[in-house]
């Protein structure tokens, strides 16, 4: 990174690019920088500058110019960094390890902002690379199974099931003995994970009524989440932080994708203490010498929910599907970006 900065600031990039002399205007020194980085990015010989240009790509998306104060932070091969700029001009790149620090003269944060969004997106080759290293960097999405619920009053036992058969556990069917309009408790539902070898966590948002995409990232890493909507289960599989987008698979609806916004809003935060709107599972015997070959399996195959069950599901479905448009289906959540 240092030397992709370097060549920026002596107006040069490479043997393979173009070397000009820099003008003293912001847009003359924009428009070499563009094509001089370009110019190496489209070599093969300059892979770690290549490498460079898209991880600086991706931390100037999350850098806020409204607090040009707060500088660019970049993980490299392992390493963190910052990038700030200097009062007298020019940036300093600093790594945060080993505490050594580079001054660069003749470019800003805002002049690397501009290259990378003004300039080089307007190559689409260099804009398709950006593009998808910070999609896949922002995205976390686990493999599910996922499954309808078998009776009306059943979402639980569905969103129970699809998370057993990722953890590699056999599940009964989502049906259940109950009333067809009675529900089964938070702790109830928790036991029977837990008799089945997981153990429920409890993700706490933090003092506030509102998940960011970071934290439902970070518990994706073990594995698909229990959610609670207020009179409903679903279960939580992905997370794109960059659009904002949560991915859930409803047991009435199927898969279905909303934004961060309307996913905080329409959860049941009116929890017991030691609980919240979502929760994660990881097995009760962590020394266990098991590795997952697939999901789990329905212990009875062959069951087949009656007449009444089938039908008081499409009903339901039905109201779910009218009350719940914010649950959008993924093809039209993407064509709303």
Request: with cysteine; aromatic share 10%.
């Given at each position: 990174m240092q030397q992709t900065l370097t060549a920026i600031g002596s107006n040069q990039v490479s043997g393979e690019s173009l070397l000009k002399p820099l003008g003293k205007?912001?847009?003359k020194i924009l428009n070499v920088i563009s094509l001089g980085i370009y110019g190496a990015y489209k070599q093969s010989a300059a892979s770690d500058m290549k490498n460079d240009l898209l991880d600086l790509g991706k931390a100037i998306i999350k850098?806020?110019?409204?607090?040009?104060?707060?500088?660019?932070?970049?993980?490299?091969?392992?390493q963190k960094y910052e990038i700030s700029d200097v009062p007298h001009g020019g940036v300093r790149l600093h790594e945060c390890s080993g505490g050594e620090s580079t001054e660069i003269d003749g470019v800003s944060l805002s002049s690397l902002r501009d290259m990378i969004f003004s300039e080089l997106m307007n190559h689409p080759d260099f804009s398709d690379a950006m593009e998808r290293r910070i999609f896949e960097d922002?995205?976390?999405h686990?493999?599910?199974?996922g499954m309808k619920q078998e009776r009306a009053n059943a979402c639980g036992e569905a969103c129970r099931n699809m998370i057993l058969a990722y953890h590699g556990i056999d599940y009964d069917p989502a049906t259940n003995s109950r009333a067809i309009f009675e529900g089964n408790t938070k702790d109830e539902l928790l036991d029977?994970?837990?008799?089945?070898?997981?153990i429920a966590r409890p993700l706490f948002a933090g003092g506030v009524?509102?998940?960011t995409c970071e934290q439902i990232q970070e518990s994706l890493q073990k594995g698909p989440l229990l959610c609670e909507l207020e009179g409903h289960y679903i279960v939580v599989h992905g997370v794109n932080a960059l659009f904002g987008?949560?991915?859930?698979?409803?047991?009435?609806?199927?898969n279905r994708s909303t934004s961060l916004e309307e996913f905080n809003a329409h959860l049941d935060w009116d929890q017991e203490s030691h609980q919240s709107p979502l929760m994660q599972f990881e097995k009760k015997n962590i020394s266990t010498e098991e590795s997952l070959s697939g999901f789990g399996q329905s212990k009875d195959a062959d069951f087949s929910p009656g007449i009444i069950d089938r039908l008081g599901v499409l009903a339901l479905t039905s109201i779910i599907s009218i009350g719940n448009s914010w649950l959008k289906?993924?093809?039209?959540?993407?064509?709303?970006?």
């Open positions: 205007t912001l847009g850098w806020d110019p409204d607090f040009p104060e707060i500088p660019v932070q970049l993980m490299l091969n392992g922002s995205t976390v686990v493999d599910l199974k029977q994970f837990l008799d089945n070898g997981l009524k509102a998940y987008r949560i991915d859930v698979y409803c047991p009435l609806l199927g289906a993924p093809e039209d959540f993407s064509s709303m970006k």
